[in-house]
């Protein structure tokens, strides 16, 4: 029987209500070990459906970053690769770059009005 | 279904454009329109002789309604996948599919787009991707930058290297008299050329143009007596990998890889047989992939291989001599123009630009941000 109704929020409703409350979380599959971001109902590729809820180390890498440069201003995006594995966008806060491979960690920001997930240069801190 | 029942089974008979480039106070559509009323004279036949569809554009939800309604047709078999720019080669493998299964008679494939004139920006219904959305990247350049930035990390290509990626573009466009932007352009002029996205430079950046592009397929045995000669479809293949640029497993690593050897599967060809190279080049880092992916040359030396001349006019590999995205023509889907070319050069019609030998042509269109790889080969009769 198919369901008529799935309860509460689903994992991207979840993931902004940890960071409204100051945390940064990820997801993992305990039975493949595997890492997810971003949240999803369902580990890719694997579909295992076991994913809960991790805090994220905060420590991460530059994969790769540009300076998107605007009339308005320049700012940079970066890729970061989180420790544990999966890679997001980003930015990295308080410089214009950053070389890839440089070591970064998280930070709660709001930008637009939106509570994300930035980045210092590690040891910057 | 074998790759014989795909290798040299069907042809593109007639090939048409309109308005490439810039073309004040003329719709999406009635580019479109144009382009394919041009393609549908050029095969020698008539609208009616038309019943099957494949489009897309990046400005209509439902594109083959909104196609066939304009041209007022009525298909039996319609495709509107949309997988960005490389929507058209895909196209060609549905439209080769369908008529040696006999379910259409002639495939219309077609594009229009009039995003220059309609205000000189990427006009695009790509949603954004929730998880990337409030760090405003600007795609697609924002993506391509990324890409370019990680491959000169791991590999040491330069700003220079990609610099003569436009200037073969360049020299390429300035033997065609179609192309829009045309006149020298330098290393040093792409280099000083405003930043956009570190490293990429607007001369690093396709052009922001409008035109329509279109093209007929027919089964082989009709396709000998119509008016042009055929161009064969040899083989296709499809890869997709990600959506948003921050799930792409390896930002120097397309696949293409994956695409490239399954076309060459089916059309029993290697990168060697083929005579002229289109690639898909929204960025000059896409040409470079490309030629790595595709294996032209090995992954990382792309930037190496294409320096001194390689792929420009009288170079030993001939990419894009259309001009290519960077010089010629790229109306924001792009796919169906490396088609068009590719046809012009196996017909021999290539004017300057012509190629002295041109029986195997391969195309490779890319779509969303190195999402989607679709690579087709083409052939003269020569290459059957």
């Given at each position: 029987m198919i369901p008529i109704a799935t309860p509460g929020p689903g994992p991207e409703a979840q993931y902004r209500a940890f960071l409204e409350e100051g945390r940064f979380m990820i997801q993992r599959s305990p039975s493949t070990g595997q890492y997810v971001f971003y949240p999803r109902v369902a580990a890719p590729g694997?579909?295992?459906?076991?994913l809960e809820w991790v805090p994220a180390s905060g420590r991460g890498t530059v994969y790769s970053i540009t300076v998107n440069r605007t009339r308005q201003g320049s700012y940079n995006i970066a890729l970061v690769q989180l420790e544990e594995g999966p890679r997001l966008m980003t930015r990295i806060e308080g410089v214009e770059t950053a070389p890839v491979g440089a070591p970064v960690k998280a930070r709660i920001a709001e930008l637009e009005g939106e509570k994300v997930v930035v980045f210092d240069l590690a040891g910057n801190a | 279904m074998s790759a014989d029942s795909v290798r040299?089974?069907?042809?593109?008979?007639g090939i048409g454009g309109a308005g490439w480039g810039e073309s004040p106070g003329r719709s999406a559509m009635e580019l479109l329109g144009e382009a394919a009323i041009a393609a549908v004279r050029d095969a020698g036949?008539?609208?009616?002789?038309?019943d099957g569809l494949c489009a897309a554009t990046?400005?209509?939800?439902f594109p083959t309604l909104s196609v066939a309604e304009y041209l007022g047709i009525k298909p039996a078999f319609f495709d509107g996948?949309?997988?960005?720019?490389s929507s058209f080669e895909m196209h060609l493998l549905q439209a080769a599919l369908a008529l040696e299964a006999g379910i259409c008679n002639a495939v219309l494939i077609c594009y229009g787009s009039n995003q220059r004139t309609a205000g000189g920006r990427l006009v695009s219904m790509s949603e954004p991707q929730w998880h990337e959305a409030p760090f405003k990247p600007r795609h697609p350049v924002t993506a391509y930058a990324l890409a370019a930035q990680r491959h000169m990390h791991e590999f040491g290509t330069t700003r220079e290297m990609l610099a003569d990626i436009a200037v073969a573009a360049r020299q390429w466009a300035n033997k065609?008299?179609?192309?829009f932007e045309r006149g020298p352009l330098s290393r040093e002029d792409v280099l000083n050329?405003?930043?956009?996205?570190d490293p990429l430079t607007t001369r690093d950046c396709c052009l922001v143009t409008d035109g329509g592009a279109a093209c007929v397929m027919v089964r082989a045995d009709r396709a000998k007596d119509l008016k042009q000669k055929p161009a064969y479809v040899l083989g296709v293949g499809g890869a997709h990998s990600h959506?948003?640029?921050?799930?792409?497993?390896?930002?120097?690593?397309?696949v293409a890889a994956e695409s490239g050897p399954r076309a060459f599967r089916m059309a029993k060809l290697?990168?060697?047989?083929?005579?002229l190279v289109m690639l898909?080049?929204?960025?000059?880092i896409t040409t470079l992939l490309f030629l790595e992916d595709l294996g032209?040359?090995?992954?990382?030396?792309g930037g190496r291989f294409v320096q001194?001349?390689?792929?420009?006019?009288?170079?030993k590999l001939a990419v894009?001599?259309?001009?290519?995205?960077?010089?010629?023509?790229?109306?924001?889907?792009?796919?169906?123009f490396l088609i068009i070319e590719a046809v012009t050069q196996l017909r021999r019609?290539?004017?300057?630009?012509?190629?002295?030998?041109?029986?195997v042509a391969i195309c490779h269109g890319n779509g969303g941000t190195l999402s989607s790889q679709v690579t087709a080969l083409l052939g003269s009769e020569a290459a059957l």
């Open positions: 694997s579909g295992a459906s076991d | 040299g089974r069907t042809a593109i008979v036949l008539e609208l009616k002789d038309i990046s400005t209509h939800a996948t949309n997988i960005g720019g065609n008299p179609s192309a050329a405003r930043m956009i996205s959506r948003s640029i921050a799930q792409m497993a390896d930002l120097t690593r397309t290697k990168p060697s047989d083929c005579d898909y080049d929204a960025f000059t032209f040359c090995p992954k990382g030396e001194g001349g390689t792929i420009a006019p009288g170079g894009n001599t259309s001009g290519g995205g960077l010089s010629c023509v790229h109306p924001g889907m792009y796919g169906l019609q290539a004017g300057d630009r012509q190629l002295d030998k041109c029986d």
